[in-house]
């Protein structure tokens, strides 16, 4: 340590230590307050009007989804409305095609042509071609009952044999289908019926070829063999109207009857199987006059005549 700070008294060392430096103004200790920062008129101005600003957005946006969510509700509301009314209007629709279906099924009913048909054997009446083809002239009269013209009239038949002692064919059916199911339009032949005409009188050959007779005839023995043979009928009458594309047919189906086959002892002749020939069977090669001929309806096929 120095002299000079030796030879100091004590609080001596330094004659500023405890001393406060004078207020540069008044001498005083000068006192240090915190600046406080003043509000900005302007700034505070920009901030309320940004403020307000987007309070109005918002509003604003408020309302466009409001309006949005209506508008939607009502879209909605509309489809639902369109959706019934399409339904409404199909069923409608559906309603107005039932009706007029019904109308139109009426009104065919009942202004539409109908035929009715006769088939007897017409003169010469059966006969064997070289013995072996069966013909049938038939006599198909038809008249129309109806209240409309029928056009296009056209007639169909055929004669086919079957086993004779009986009065039915099992495959009448079957042969009338063939025939009738789908009617082939004649190029000649065909003919108009009003309802106030008298009814057409067609006269047809049939016949029955060689083979099919001979695929169905039955032998009696004896000194003098002899075969026998049935024969059916069937056809139609096909006819449409004059208001329409409809397709008409009136379908007949008929046995073919002769007198009963006899023995020289005035008993019914008798078929290797042991039944007697009746009214159902032909002697091949051997023709029947008209007179002697008949037609009883044939029960396995479709027969709509009078």
Known sequence: ?????????????????????????????????????????????????????????????????????MATGIAFLALIGLVCNAVLIHQQIGQMQQANAISAGTFAATERPWLSVQVTPAPPG?????????????????????????KDVQVDAKLFPSPPGLPVATDAAVNQGRLCDHPQPATIGWFSLFPTDPPAEPTLDISAIPAAIASQAVAVPGAKPRRFVGL?????????????????????????????????????LMLPNGMPLMMGGFEIGIGLPQKKLGLMRELFASNDSY
């Open 126 to 150: 059966l006969s064997f071609v070289n013995r072996e083809q069966a013909v049938l002239p038939i006599k198909v009269s038809v008249k129309n009952v109806g209240r409309s013209i029928a």
């Open 232 to 268: 059916y009928v069937v056809g139609c009458v096909t006819y449409r109207p004059s208001f329409g594309p409809e397709i008409y047919q009136t379908r007949f189906a008929y046995h073919v009857e002769g007198p009963p086959i006899m023995t020289t002892g005035h008993r019914p």
């Open 1 to 69: 340590m120095s002299k000079k700070h030796k030879d100091r008294a004590p609080g001596e060392n330094s004659p500023y230590h405890d001393k406060r430096p004078p207020d540069e103004a008044g001498g005083e200790a000068s006192v240090v307050n915190p600046a406080k920062a003043q509000p900005n008129p302007y700034t505070q101005d920009r901030n309320s009007r940004e403020q307000e600003y987007w309070n109005k957005q918002i509003q604003q946006a408020k309302g466009l989804n409001l309006i949005s969510g």
